[in-house]
């Protein structure tokens, strides 16, 4: 069935990537450059995919602990280039490291979807 993914990265590269990657799984996309953004688009989505830096604004964990609050049950993943930035408590179901490898990335999003 085809999901509705919220793409979250201050990096528009990234954003046209995760983009590409999501509609060669047959899932729609759509991507904001920052969390505040992407709050009011929290409850139409099927999954939630963040940066974790993305100054000025919130960090992934900031948006990941409001996406699970508003959705205990929606699927968050947070990517970051610096693992150890995140903070251990965060809400997410996963942490992926940037540069990410496409073919673990398509497991990581198939499993949790
Ligand atoms: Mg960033």
Redesign the pocket.
């Known amino acids: 069935m085809r999901k509705t993914i919220l793409i979250v990265?201050?990096?528009s590269g990234?954003r046209i990537a995760l983009r590409e990657i999501f509609e060669t799984l047959g899932h729609n996309s759509i991507g904001y450059e920052n969390g505040e953004d992407a709050v009011s688009h929290i409850s139409s989505a099927d999954m939630l995919i963040t940066?974790?830096?993305?100054?000025p604004g919130m960090n992934g964990a900031e948006l990941a602990k409001m996406a699970k609050c508003e959705r205990p049950d929606l699927p968050v993943i947070i990517m970051t280039?610096t693992r150890a930035d995140v903070p251990s408590g965060h809400l997410a179901n996963a942490v992926i490291e940037k540069p990410f490898d496409v073919e673990l990335l398509e497991k990581v999003i198939t499993d949790f979807l």
């Open positions: 990265d201050d990096d990234v940066d974790f830096n993305m100054p280039g």
